[in-house]
């Protein structure tokens, strides 16, 4: 039953999640919530490996959250289930592509998803930016504004971010080595 779960649940995000990986978050974030499979911290470690991983996100996260949930059967299961919807889509819109393509409300409609698309996809950025350097519980329990903030965060957001846009010399490397020498950051200073 988990994995017939798994299916339909990747189907629907894979379905509604228009503009990439990162369109995904909401529906993984509700995702979690509803069904207890990982809390909101699991998901950001999930974020952070699939972002880390060679691939789509959406399918990185997808694998991921099917192998936590059911081990190598759920993670292709999961998989499946988020690719199924665009093989469906992309079949039909190569069937009637040419006879379409110049009709003004298949243009017009094409254009209408791409605000959606966009908000979709800066609610997810937002969402991570909360959850990566914002500490509301701390807030909470403490009540104090040092607290509000994620330090060891912050300092290495702002690090990458001068790193890569201001120190011309780093400026041009690579992204893959920001992403590992992030991940050894925060391994050896225990974020």
Same mark, same amino acid.
Not at 33 to 40: Q, S, V
Not at 175 to 186: D, E, K, Q, T, Y
């Given at each position: ?11 629907k995000t894979g379905l509604f999640a228009v503009g990439g990986g990162m369109a995904t978050l909401p529906f993984l974030k509700?995702i979690g919530t509803r069904t207890g499979w990982y809390t909101a911290a699991m998901l950001a470690d999930m974020l952070a ?41 992309? %079949?039909?819109?190569? /069937?009637?592509?040419? $006879? ?7 243009? *017009?409609?094409?254009?209408? #998803? ?11 950025g937002i969402g991570v930016v909360l959850l990566c350097l914002v500490d509301l519980e701390a807030w909470r329990e403490t ?10 965060? %912050?300092?290495?957001? /702002?690090?990458?971010? $001068? ?7 780093? *400026?041009?490397?690579?992204? #893959? ?15």
């Amino acid at each position: 039953m988990i994995y017939l779960q798994l299916y339909w649940e990747f189907f629907k995000t894979g379905l509604f999640a228009v503009g990439g990986g990162m369109a995904t978050l909401p529906f993984l974030k509700e995702i979690g919530t509803r069904t207890g499979w990982y809390t909101a911290a699991m998901l950001a470690d999930m974020l952070a490996v699939s972002e880390s991983t060679p691939g789509p996100m959406g399918i990185n996260m997808a694998t991921y959250v099917g192998y936590t949930v059911g081990g190598v059967p759920g993670s292709v299961i999961a998989t499946l289930g988020e690719v199924t919807p665009s093989i469906i889509v992309i %079949l039909i819109v190569a /069937a009637f592509l040419k $006879a379409f393509r110049s009709n003004r409300y298949v243009e *017009a409609g094409f254009y209408g #998803i791409r605000p959606a698309s966009t908000a979709l996809i800066a609610s997810a950025g937002i969402g991570v930016v909360l959850l990566c350097l914002v500490d509301l519980e701390a807030w909470r329990e403490t009540g104090s504004l040092a607290a509000l903030l994620n330090w060891k965060g %912050l300092l290495l957001f /702002a690090a990458v971010w $001068a790193l890569t846009n201001v120190v011309k010399p780093t *400026a041009k490397l690579h992204p #893959i080595l920001f992403i590992a020498a992030s991940a050894v950051i925060g391994i050896v200073f225990g974020f």
